[in-house]
C-alpha cells in the first residue's frame, strides 16, 4: 500500500476498514504537533474542509502556559478559534501506529479567512513566496540529532529527570556494533518513517553516548520543515513504543554533547539548475551564492532565536564539541557556523551549524531564508574565508551567548521585520521574553546542590 494518501484512496481505506482513525495536526510555536483524532468517517465526511482549534495553541510555551502579553489573543479576548485547514497534500499513512492516517493543517483567521501570520507555516510560506517572485528555488535538508535513554518516558518522569541511563555506555560516532545493540529502536524509526512515504538516508551514531542521527532526503522547504516535525514527533512515538525514552534538548547534560540540527541550502532558479555554482569562482561559488552567504552572516545574530529558542539552547555552544560558537564560514570546516559543503561541483551549497534540535524547522528556515533574499538583494560583499580552528577566532563575531542577547537582536532587526511584519516579529519577541522570565523565576537544581549548605 502506498504511503502517501489522495483523499480518494483514504476514502476506499476507511471504507474497506485498513483506516479507522485520523491524526489532524498543526506545528505549534515550538515545532510540535498539535490537533486532533478524528474518527476517519466523520473526516472525510466533514473535517477534511475544516476543524477548529483554541487560539492559545500558537501563543504558548513548552508547558502550555497562557502566557500574558499576547497581541494575537488573551484573555481578555476571550481565547477564540482558528480555522484548521488540512492540507490534502499532506496526508498519508502512518505506519507505527494501526489504523492511522495524518495530515498537517494551516491555520487561518476567522475574521480575515487568512492565514494567521505568526502560526508556523504561514511564515515560512511568506518568505517562499518572496523567494519564488526573484525566480529562484530553494533546496534544504535539516539533519537531527537526540539521545536514547534506556528508561521510559513514564519512568523518566517519576524520577523528575534525574539518574537517566544513556543507551550506549560510550561516544558512538559511526560505531557499527554499538548501533547494532540499538536496532531495536532504530530499525522500527528507519523503516516506520520511509514506509510513510519519507526517504530516509541513513542513522548513524553520534559523538556521545547514547546519541543517534538521522539523515532525511533533501527537498523543498515547506516539505522539509512538515517532513521535520512528523520524524520528531515519530521517533517519540516509536521509542515509547518499544519502552525507551529519546530528547531532543539541544543540551541535555553539561557533560554530554549537544544535539544540533544544521540546515543544509542551496538556491535554484525555476528550471532547478544551481544558482551558487559558477565554475569560474573561487570553490565553485556564483556571485548570488557569495552575496547569500554574505546575508546569512551579517544577520546571524537577528536570526539566532529561531535556531536556538530557549535558555537551554545556549549551552551547546562550547568550544571543542562540535558546536559552533562564531559566525564565520569556511570550506567543509566543522569549528566554523557556517560551513560550505561540496565545493567546486554543481552540489555546492551553505550549511549552517548554529540550530540545536530543539529548533522549530519552519522558523528557522524562514530566518535563514529572510538574510539569504537579504544579502542577495543587497548584493553583500563576502567576508574573506577563515581558515584554521574557528574556536580559537577571538576577533570574529560571536554566536549570541545568551537567549537575552538573542532577544534583542531579534527586537531590533529591522531585516526580519521588514521580511516577516512587525507583529510577527513582536508576537516572537514575545514568545523569546517569557522563555527567560519563566526561567529567572525558577530555583534550580544548580543553585540548591552548591548552595543549600555551603552558602
Not at 499576547?70 to 479576548?77: F, G, K
Not at 494551516?106 to 511568506?126: F, G, N, W, Y
Request: charged share 20%; with cysteine; aromatic share 10%.
Amino acid at each position: 500500500m502506498a504511503a502517501q494518501l489522495s483523499f480518494k484512496e483514504l476514502k476506499t481505506c476507511v471504507e474497506d476498514g485498513t483506516i479507522d482513525t485520523v491524526v489532524a495536526a498543526i506545528p505549534d510555536m515550538q515545532g510540535r504537533l498539535m490537533g486532533k483524532r478524528f474518527q476517519a468517517q466523520y473526516f472525510i465526511d466533514t473535517a477534511w474542509e475544516e476543524s477548529h482549534c483554541c487560539k492559545y495553541l500558537v501563543a504558548t510555551d513548552l508547558e502550555m502556559t497562557t502566557v500574558e502579553n499576547y497581541a494575537s489573543t488573551s484573555w481578555a479576548a476571550g481565547y477564540g478559534d482558528y480555522v484548521m485547514k488540512p492540507d490534502l497534500t499532506t496526508l498519508r499513512r502512518l505506519p507505527w501506529l494501526e489504523g492511522t492516517a495524518f495530515i498537517l493543517c494551516d491555520l487561518i483567521d476567522h475574521a480575515t479567512h487568512e492565514p494567521v501570520p505568526h502560526s508556523p507555516r504561514a511564515v515560512l510560506k511568506k518568505q517562499l513566496e518572496r523567494l519564488s517572485a526573484m525566480g529562484l528555488q530553494m533546496t534544504t535538508a535539516t539533519e537531527l540529532e537526540f539521545f536514547i535513554f534506556r528508561e521510559t518516558f513514564e519512568e523518566m518522569q517519576k524520577r523528575q529527570y534525574h539518574h537517566m541511563t544513556p543507551i550506549s555506555p560510550y561516544n558512538e560516532d559511526y560505531h557499527i556494533f554499538q548501533t547494532t545493540r540499538e536496532e531495536d529502536v532504530m530499525r522500527p524509526i528507519r523503516n516506520g518513517l520511509y514506509q510513510a512515504g519519507i526517504t530516509v538516508e541513513s542513522s548513524k551514531g553520534e559523538a556521545d553516548a547514547g546519541q543517534a542521527e538521522i539523515n532525511i532526503h533533501y527537498s523543498d522547504p515547506l516539505t522539509m520543515a512538515d517532513t521535520h516535525v512528523l520524524v520528531k514527533n515519530a521517533v517519540k512515538e516509536i521509542a515509547w513504543q518499544h519502552g525507551r525514552s529519546v530528547s531532543f534538548m539541544a543540551k541535555w547534560s553539561h557533560s554530554a554533547a549537544g544535539s544540533s540540527s544544521h540546515i543544509h541550502q542551496a538556491l535554484s532558479d525555476s528550471t532547478g539548475k544551481s544558482v551558487f555554482y559558477d565554475p569560474s569562482g573561487a570553490h565553485g561559488m556564483s556571485k548570488t551564492m557569495e552575496h547569500a552567504l554574505a546575508g546569512l552572516l551579517e544577520y546571524a545574530n537577528d536570526t539566532t532565536f529561531f535556531l536556538a529558542p530557549y535558555v537551554n539552547s545556549y549551552k551547546r555552544f562550547a568550544a571543542g564539541t562540535f558546536a559552533p560558537t562564531s559566525t564565520v564560514w569556511s570550506i567543509d570546516n566543522r569549528t566554523a557556523g557556517y560551513r560550505v559543503v561540496a565545493p567546486n561541483t554543481d552540489a555546492v551549497r551553505v550549511e549552517c551549524r548554529i540550530g540545536g534540535s530543539d529548533l522549530n524547522p519552519y522558523l528557522a528556515l524562514a530566518s535563514q531564508i529572510a538574510a539569504t533574499i537579504a544579502g542577495i538583494e543587497g548584493k553583500l560583499e563576502l567576508e574573506p574565508e577563515f581558515s584554521g580552528n574557528a574556536y580559537g577566532a577571538e576577533s570574529a563575531r560571536s554566536i549570541p551567548s545568551t537567549l537575552r542577547a538573542a532577544t534583542d537582536s531579534l527586537r531590533g532587526s529591522n531585516m526580519l521585520r521588514e521580511a516577516m511584519g512587525n507583529d510577527v516579529i513582536d508576537h516572537y519577541v514575545r514568545c523569546a521574553e517569557w522563555e527567560q522570565e519563566d526561567f529567572d523565576r525558577v530555583v534550580t537544581d544548580y543553585e540548591v546542590k552548591r548552595g543549600f549548605e555551603q552558602a
